[in-house]
């Protein structure tokens, strides 16, 4: 599972893309950095983790935001626009404020700055589904749900990648204005905790404080979690995508639900800059 479950063991990079931010998490050792396009702010140096372990099975008795939907997204829903909140998140159940607001903070578990990805084209010269409102896919249990939030509270950016995720095929392919720009060979989660299917996007970027540990170099957590896990590492069995000190193991069904990439291929994905929000298909 992502490390990004448990932020003790290393540094939280936001990778905001074209727009500036200024990011704060709480922890030991703050370093509060101002980013432009293209830089990354690091969060925090946190102490060493602890060995992951796995905790707790399905069914989850959390009190997690109550999901809207738990559809499929597809490369039809999830075209590369980013939803970044300009205060405190509001998302709803349903494109009223009358509806229910769900329970999502201002930043994740790792201290990244909560971000959405919008469901459908949000571009200026497209007719939205509901006028003045953003469908937006949302960081929760089940995976595919998803919420809606004011245009007025968001900021939109639009990203060229996307990335897609072939577990048959053992393969991780990034796309930059549909053309195919760097595609790699993964491991993927086991029979018994697959790694689950659904798009999804990436919502940070974690550094590890040990390059040579069974994360690698860095990880990316998803808006996405493990449909057989509960608990990993003291978090909510998120999925992410990370590198392994256990390269021989490449192409073969080894994790708990993660996408392993080797450490050179995942420091080469970090180097195309991915914004948050960016769109990720596991199919």
Known sequence: MAPS??????????????????????????????????????????????????????????????????????????????????????????????????????????????????????????????????????????????????VASVQVTKTPFRMFVDLDGRTLRLERDDADVFTVEIAIGTEENPTPTNGTYVTELIQNVEPEGSYGPYAFGLAMHSDTLTEFNGGPGQVGIHGTNQPDLIGDRVSSGCVRLANTDVQELVDFQLPLGVPVFIT
């Open 5 to 150: 479950l448990d932020p003790r063991s290393r540094h939280a990079l936001s990778v905001v893309g074209q727009v500036s931010a200024v990011v704060a998490v709480i922890v030991l050792a703050v370093s509060l950095l101002g980013s432009c396009a293209g830089e990354r702010p690091t969060l925090g140096s946190l102490e060493p983790s602890v060995p992951s372990t796995i905790t707790t099975l399905l069914p989850s008795t959390s009190s997690e935001p109550a999901p809207v939907d738990g559809g499929v997204l597809g490369p039809d829903d999830l075209l590369g626009w980013i939803a970044t909140p300009v205060d405190e998140p509001e998302v709803y159940a349903s494109p009223s404020t009358t509806s229910q607001q769900l329970d999502i903070g201002s930043t994740t578990s790792a201290g990244a700055p909560t971000t959405f990805a919008i469901v459908g084209d949000a571009s200026p010269e497209a007719a939205p589904e509901v006028p003045g409102w953003y469908e937006v896919a949302l960081p929760t249990r089940p995976n595919g749900s998803t919420g809606w939030t004011q």
